[in-house]
């Protein structure tokens, strides 16, 4: 995780909770049930719900994200990544998916760990 966290940061100041709530909110869409309620978000980035509104709220302030009103309930506020926050995204999922999979190589090497790791890939999805 150390790795994979300093990877980010370096190449693109971003750290891993970062990375994964815009990961989260990139694939939101304006049907039913597209867009995620803060507690939703929360659950997804496994934060606790005021962790997850100060993310939001310095990615906001970085131009990464913007809040809107949910149209159905006017109580309701949406977060949308920013077409700067998705430029970031999409230049910082090879530094994430390189870290990953050197954490995945690394753990297979230990032999408790091999058929963890052999079930994680198993899961992942194949390469576009």
Do not use: K, W
């Not at 131009?63 to 430029?87: A, M």
């Amino acid at each position: 995780m150390r790795h994979h966290r300093r990877a980010l940061q370096a190449g693109h100041e971003l750290g891993v909770r970062e990375f994964s709530l815009l990961n989260v909110l990139s694939v939101q869409h304006d049907g039913d049930g597209g867009h995620f309620r803060m507690h939703h978000l929360a659950e997804a980035v496994v934060l606790s719900q005021s962790a997850t509104i100060r993310l939001v709220t310095r990615l906001e302030d970085r131009g990464l994200l913007r809040r809107c009103l949910c149209p159905e309930d006017r109580r309701g506020i949406y977060t949308d990544v920013t077409e700067e926050g998705h430029t970031l995204l999409e230049a910082a999922r090879p530094t994430h998916d390189a870290a990953l999979e050197e954490a995945l190589n690394s753990a297979e090497e230990r032999p408790e760990l091999a058929p963890l790791v052999a079930a994680v890939r198993e899961l992942a999805p194949a390469p576009a």
